[in-house]
């Protein structure tokens, strides 16, 4: 799908206050995605309308549900259908099976935008497309791709499902199990997964189980799962942040999965689990830097509007030093994490990138959002706001695909700091 398709598409469903799209975005993402860059900041046009394009949606038609659905703990079906609608389920995706054939760097320009309104909505669409879409075109056969990457392009949510209650950090841990048929028609599987993102909604999983427990980790393969095959919901978690981003735990009763949805090789999954976080990473990151902006965006304005001895709180030296501090802080994650996806996209080893842009944007997001409430004085610490959501929000930043201490301990092991 081109940018141009793409975004008209927004444009004619959005209110006719709705961008319009400029001659020379008729280019395919597909074909142009200009390599040299300049600065950081130098992003192709295509990037840089698809930004506007989702900033617009966010502001337009997520904004106005982020409170309901942060009370109810419930996503909104008509934001995930709208999602679907703007193209931004499929970005990487090639137009071939419905997708917008984007850059990688587009991927996090997207999330970061939905994070600064929402980053509940932000980490449905950073799951959907960083990790289940992309171990579909990395690793799956031809014959799955053609089957289910127009579906998770066009109308159907992903999940993926690694973690479990005895493996978090050492995911490699995993109890649930595979059992082949005599026949070798299908797969059995046994077990429970925990703390899974999208599951609630999500159509297509990604289960990670071991083929034979006493291989270890080179017993873990990969199995595309439907739905209806038999995932069972055992229990929704009720959250301090994201609330409306679904987090369950998934039982799997002797569900069948045909052989023929196995992704990559038996035996490989540890290896598509650990390339595919890597990338999720740099996705986390974007989601943080976003949330970090959201909050900053919100709260620093307030403070010129809001007067204490007879002039605007914003205008006091002291406010203005943590505005600069906070905005530079900011911009140096923003800057970790854009410089970590470019790396990704020149094909070059970027492990130690992805974790410092995914450690340090969970702490600026902390800082950030937890600064902003304090400039907003007693409002900020209401829910009038939402500024305090930002702060709820962004504990998992230092929680979720690696927590804070896997980080530093993945950039420590590389031991190549010059």
């Given at each position: ?270 290896k598509i689990a650990i390339e ?14 976003g949330l970090a902006q959201g ?124």
């Amino acid at each position: 799908m081109s940018l141009t398709r793409l975004a008209q598409r927004t444009a004619r469903q959005l209110p006719s206050t709705s961008l319009r799209i400029a001659p020379h975005a008729a280019r395919s993402f597909a074909t142009e995605h200009e390599p040299q860059m300049n600065s950081l900041y130098r992003l192709t046009d295509e990037e840089e309308m698809l930004k506007d394009v989702v900033k617009k949606f966010a502001t337009e038609v997520v904004a106005p549900k982020v409170s309901e659905m942060d009370e109810n703990e419930q996503m909104d079906p008509a934001i995930i259908k709208a999602l679907f609608e703007q193209g931004l389920m499929g970005i990487e995706t090639s137009p071939d099976h419905g997708g917008a054939g984007a850059s990688f760097t587009s991927a996090i320009l997207v999330i970061e935008e939905l994070a600064k309104v929402d980053p509940s909505v932000s980490v449905l669409c950073d799951v959907h497309n960083t990790l289940v879409n992309t171990v579909l075109r990395k690793y799956a056969n031809d014959d799955l791709k053609d089957k289910y990457l127009p579906q998770l392009s066009e109308s159907k949510l992903g999940s993926f499902a690694l973690s479990e209650p005895a493996s978090g950090s050492d995911a490699f841990a995993l109890k649930t199990t595979a059992t082949k048929s005599d026949d070798g028609s299908y797969y059995t599987l046994n077990g429970s997964k925990m703390w899974i993102t999208n599951s609630y909604e999500a159509e297509i999983f990604l289960v990670f189980a071991t083929v034979d427990s006493s291989a270890g980790y080179k017993g873990i393969t990969c199995f595309l799962v439907e739905k209806e095959m038999g995932v069972k919901i055992a229990k929704k978690e009720k959250k301090l942040g994201i609330r409306a981003s679904s987090t369950c735990t998934l039982d799997f009763d002797d569900l069948k999965v045909p052989a023929a949805n196995l992704i990559g090789e038996v035996g490989k999954g540890y290896k598509i689990a650990i390339e595919i976080l890597n990338e999720g990473r740099i996705g986390i990151a974007g989601q943080m830097i976003g949330l970090a902006q959201g909050a900053f965006n919100v709260s620093v304005p307030y403070t010129f509007q809001r007067k204490q001895f007879g002039q605007p709180v914003g205008t006091f030296p002291v406010m203005g030093a943590q505005f600069a501090e906070v905005a530079t802080e900011i911009e140096a994650a923003r800057l970790l994490t854009y410089n970590a996806a470019r790396l990704k996209e020149e094909g070059v080893n970027f492990t130690k990138q992805a974790a410092m842009a995914k450690w340090y944007s969970s702490v600026v997001a902390q800082k950030a959002s937890g600064s902003a409430i304090e400039w907003a004085g007693g409002v900020g610490f209401t829910r009038e706001t939402g500024i305090e959501k930002f702060w709820r929000d962004s504990k998992i930043g230092a929680i979720y695909e690696g927590t804070s201490n896997i980080q530093l301990q993945t950039i420590g092991d590389e031991k190549d700091y010059a």
